[in-house]
């Protein structure tokens, strides 16, 4: 985008009246703050946010600000050198000589402990930090251009473990493409950027605070020719390659980065056209990274392969739209780009450098900032979730629609935590629940802080376990009770894995006798994917009114909740956390 | 090689949209009867204009370029502009 474009698309940008983003330096911004807002504009056209920044050396009024009167709105912290130490700069009124490791180590714990206390202050709100590039450190050393003297190494080190600290603090940190540095402008008007960084580093640093697209939760891969070289079929288990050499050497590292991806809590499975008996007998003793067991899912026939793929959704209870495959089949992608849209398609690399492309564009798809207790079990869920439907089968207890005694032997047991707006699992839950909740809004971390800050503001959240396993956060509730005592709900939602329980009765009735409410009432929007929501209003025979407003009184929801747990035998208790 | 009126064409595009909030045509503006014409406003010009036309401004021209006339005359000499035929 050339500049005079992002100035047009500035002029008439509609701004956001309640969002921000505070852009934090000690260099003047210029173009990289006007790129930056450009790319908002295109990225949020509805309500964009507008960029706040400070003057030329003003880091420490910006630090302030955003962490008082714009806390709740989102913050880019770009470091430059001189933040560590003011003769770190062309434009420093000192020496061009590096300082002393003792004047680096004191003026580093400064800046430490400034952004630490900038981040406590943030606590909750998305920060977010971009490092200097090694252009931008002025020749101070004694060596020639392209080596660093050892002071000089030790600058960089220094500000990375400042960095590294407030990382581990929770601050994200962007790896934005600027590698060289813009002299003139830098010393005509303190900005260091040149015009075609300051735009791929704005349309980079967008990309990751206002990602594109929603974090998928599935990837689903083919084996022959995807998951080792070779046909399993045709040339047995002891010819295919997926050693840590030769041919195999690739799709080693593959399985290995579908292990990582499996940690982070992305569902893999695979779906493959072979006899069952040539694949799952053999799987496990190929001693592969990858075992059956980190597989929330697979199929091995010879249906097609569209079939399998919504069969793979539907066990894993996801939409269509949160699945990405791999295969080397060009054909079967054909297909599956032309009948299942939604779904991403990959194909298999042949080469070493595509190979780097098909890991960076499935870390694009599967990519968080956190990775929390449910993410890392949740192939283990899946596996207690097929236990508990043997469990059931190999039982001689009926099913009967509506009723929960089924689940009598289950020992479930749901544990509530008041005010659980502290806990980062509660908007991500309430983020990425697309069927059992009360609207399709979706929150930023500003509009979280907002609601928490609210009057007579509440959060629930409730964890379920039984005896097969650990169904993690799988509730939130989020609403204020009014001076009548009235909770009005602003979302509830329950994570799909949960349904059929009674969870949400039990989770009601918990709000009503915790906090003396004596009627639930709030606004339900279809949109289109949470008719389970309106399922468990309507059977609750809820009072409807315009505008899809519902109510429920206590005695209502107490009898609900009695059913539910004389039924199942749930017990229901707090939280010590 | 850029066409003359081409050239202007473009530059008065870049004026329109950097000056956009004063009124009167792009080719008659000079940093005296431009109120928006600031030392922010100038550095978007330049940095536009380079980008506009592939071209690198000297720290003089920088400073030179004070009207559109300036900004033609440099333009033109940086781009080997042929006259308009």
Redesign the interface.
């Given at each position: 985008m050339?500049?005079?474009q992002a100035?047009?698309l500035l002029?008439s940008a509609r701004y956001s009246d309640d969002r921000q983003l505070s852009l934090l330096c000690s260099f003047e911004p210029?173009?990289f703050k006007?790129y930056l807002q450009a790319f908002l504009a295109e990225r949020v056209p509805g309500g964009v946010p507008r960029v706040t920044t400070w003057g030329y050396d003003q880091l420490d009024v910006g630090l302030q600000e955003s962490s008082h009167a714009l806390r709740v709105h989102p913050a880019l912290l770009f470091l430059s050198w001189a933040d560590l130490h003011p003769h770190l700069s062309w434009r420093t009124r000192g020496p061009l000589a590096l300082p002393t490791p003792d004047e680096l180590r004191t003026r580093a714990d400064d800046l430490r402990a400034r952004l630490v206390k900038w981040l406590e202050a943030r606590a909750g709100a998305d920060s977010y930090v971009a490092l200097p590039p090694l252009a931008w450190l002025p020749s101070s050393d004694h060596v020639a251009p392209g080596a660093l003297g050892p002071d000089a190494v030790s600058v960089p080190a220094t500000l990375w473990a400042v960095v590294a600290e407030i990382a581990r603090k929770g601050c994200r940190v962007l790896d934005l493409p600027v590698t060289t540095l813009n002299w003139?402008?830098l010393l005509?008007?303190g900005c260091p950027l040149t015009?075609?960084e300051s735009e791929r580093a704005a349309r980079r640093a967008v990309d990751l605070i206002y990602p594109p697209e929603p974090r998928r939760k599935a990837l689903v891969v083919d084996l022959d020719g995807t998951l080792w070289h070779g046909v399993i079929g045709e040339d047995g288990p002891e010819r295919i390659a997926y050693g840590p050499e030769g041919l195999g050497f690739p799709f080693h590292v593959f399985q290995k980065f579908l292990v990582k991806l499996k940690h982070q809590g992305v569902l893999i499975a695979f779906c493959t056209k072979n006899n069952p008996e040539d694949v799952l007998s053999v799987f496990d003793r190929l001693g592969m990274p990858l075992s059956l067991g980190d597989f929330a899912a697979y199929r091995c026939n010879w249906e097609s392969k569209t079939d399998n793929l919504r069969a793979i959704a539907g066990e894993l209870n996801i939409g269509l739209d949160a699945v990405v495959c791999v295969d080397d089949n060009p054909a079967e992608l054909a297909e599956i780009a032309s009948t299942l849209p939604q779904v991403r398609g990959f194909g298999t690399p042949r080469t070493g450098p595509d190979w780097l492309q098909l890991f960076e564009a499935l870390q694009r798809c599967f990519a968080t900032w956190r990775v929390g207790d449910e993410d890392r079990a949740r192939t283990a869920s899946f596996a207690a979730e097929r236990s508990r439907t043997t469990a059931l089968s190999a039982s001689a207890v009926s099913v009967e629609p509506g009723s929960l005694t089924h689940l009598r032997g289950f020992d479930l047991e749901l544990t509530v935590r008041q005010d659980a707006f502290g806990d980062p699992r509660s908007l991500e839950l309430i983020n990425k629940t697309n069927q059992f909740r009360l609207t399709g809004e979706r929150w930023s971390a500003a509009e979280w802080l907002r609601k928490q800050e609210t009057p007579g503001s509440v959060c629930l959240s409730a964890r379920l376990r039984d005896r097969f396993g650990d169904f993690g956060t799988i509730l939130v509730l989020v609403g204020t009770i009014g001076p009548d005592r009235c909770a009005e709900l602003q979302e509830f939602v329950l994570s799909c894995r949960a349904f059929g329980r009674g969870v949400e009765a039990a989770a009601l009735e918990y709000l009503c006798r915790s906090a003396g409410v004596a009627c639930v009432s709030g606004r339900f929007i279809d949109t289109g994917k949470n008719a389970p929501a309106a399922r468990f209003l309507r059977s609750l025979k809820c009072e409807w009114t315009d505008g899809g407003r519902w109510r429920l009184t206590r005695p209502v929801i107490e009898a609900s909740a009695k059913d539910v747990l004389d039924e199942t035998g749930m017990r229901v208790h707090a939280s010590n956390g | 090689m850029l066409r003359m009126d081409e050239t202007v064409l473009r530059l008065e595009r870049i004026f329109a949209e950097i000056f956009w909030t004063d009124p009167g045509p792009p080719s008659g503006k000079t940093r005296d009867n431009t109120a928006s014409w600031d030392s922010l406003a100038h550095l978007n010009l330049v940095l536009s204009i380079e980008q506009e036309f592939g071209i690198a401004l000297a720290d003089q021209e920088v400073v030179d370029m004070t009207t559109f006339a300036a900004a033609l005359e440099i333009v033109r000499t940086k781009s080997h502009t042929p006259d308009e035929s």
């Amino acid at each position: 985008m050339l500049l005079r474009q992002a100035l047009a698309l500035l002029r008439s940008a509609r701004y956001s009246d309640d969002r921000q983003l505070s852009l934090l330096c000690s260099f003047e911004p210029l173009h990289f703050k006007t790129y930056l807002q450009a790319f908002l504009a295109e990225r949020v056209p509805g309500g964009v946010p507008r960029v706040t920044t400070w003057g030329y050396d003003q880091l420490d009024v910006g630090l302030q600000e955003s962490s008082h009167a714009l806390r709740v709105h989102p913050a880019l912290l770009f470091l430059s050198w001189a933040d560590l130490h003011p003769h770190l700069s062309w434009r420093t009124r000192g020496p061009l000589a590096l300082p002393t490791p003792d004047e680096l180590r004191t003026r580093a714990d400064d800046l430490r402990a400034r952004l630490v206390k900038w981040l406590e202050a943030r606590a909750g709100a998305d920060s977010y930090v971009a490092l200097p590039p090694l252009a931008w450190l002025p020749s101070s050393d004694h060596v020639a251009p392209g080596a660093l003297g050892p002071d000089a190494v030790s600058v960089p080190a220094t500000l990375w473990a400042v960095v590294a600290e407030i990382a581990r603090k929770g601050c994200r940190v962007l790896d934005l493409p600027v590698t060289t540095l813009n002299w003139r402008d830098l010393l005509g008007a303190g900005c260091p950027l040149t015009v075609e960084e300051s735009e791929r580093a704005a349309r980079r640093a967008v990309d990751l605070i206002y990602p594109p697209e929603p974090r998928r939760k599935a990837l689903v891969v083919d084996l022959d020719g995807t998951l080792w070289h070779g046909v399993i079929g045709e040339d047995g288990p002891e010819r295919i390659a997926y050693g840590p050499e030769g041919l195999g050497f690739p799709f080693h590292v593959f399985q290995k980065f579908l292990v990582k991806l499996k940690h982070q809590g992305v569902l893999i499975a695979f779906c493959t056209k072979n006899n069952p008996e040539d694949v799952l007998s053999v799987f496990d003793r190929l001693g592969m990274p990858l075992s059956l067991g980190d597989f929330a899912a697979y199929r091995c026939n010879w249906e097609s392969k569209t079939d399998n793929l919504r069969a793979i959704a539907g066990e894993l209870n996801i939409g269509l739209d949160a699945v990405v495959c791999v295969d080397d089949n060009p054909a079967e992608l054909a297909e599956i780009a032309s009948t299942l849209p939604q779904v991403r398609g990959f194909g298999t690399p042949r080469t070493g450098p595509d190979w780097l492309q098909l890991f960076e564009a499935l870390q694009r798809c599967f990519a968080t900032w956190r990775v929390g207790d449910e993410d890392r079990a949740r192939t283990a869920s899946f596996a207690a979730e097929r236990s508990r439907t043997t469990a059931l089968s190999a039982s001689a207890v009926s099913v009967e629609p509506g009723s929960l005694t089924h689940l009598r032997g289950f020992d479930l047991e749901l544990t509530v935590r008041q005010d659980a707006f502290g806990d980062p699992r509660s908007l991500e839950l309430i983020n990425k629940t697309n069927q059992f909740r009360l609207t399709g809004e979706r929150w930023s971390a500003a509009e979280w802080l907002r609601k928490q800050e609210t009057p007579g503001s509440v959060c629930l959240s409730a964890r379920l376990r039984d005896r097969f396993g650990d169904f993690g956060t799988i509730l939130v509730l989020v609403g204020t009770i009014g001076p009548d005592r009235c909770a009005e709900l602003q979302e509830f939602v329950l994570s799909c894995r949960a349904f059929g329980r009674g969870v949400e009765a039990a989770a009601l009735e918990y709000l009503c006798r915790s906090a003396g409410v004596a009627c639930v009432s709030g606004r339900f929007i279809d949109t289109g994917k949470n008719a389970p929501a309106a399922r468990f209003l309507r059977s609750l025979k809820c009072e409807w009114t315009d505008g899809g407003r519902w109510r429920l009184t206590r005695p209502v929801i107490e009898a609900s909740a009695k059913d539910v747990l004389d039924e199942t035998g749930m017990r229901v208790h707090a939280s010590n956390g | 090689m850029l066409r003359m009126d081409e050239t202007v064409l473009r530059l008065e595009r870049i004026f329109a949209e950097i000056f956009w909030t004063d009124p009167g045509p792009p080719s008659g503006k000079t940093r005296d009867n431009t109120a928006s014409w600031d030392s922010l406003a100038h550095l978007n010009l330049v940095l536009s204009i380079e980008q506009e036309f592939g071209i690198a401004l000297a720290d003089q021209e920088v400073v030179d370029m004070t009207t559109f006339a300036a900004a033609l005359e440099i333009v033109r000499t940086k781009s080997h502009t042929p006259d308009e035929s």
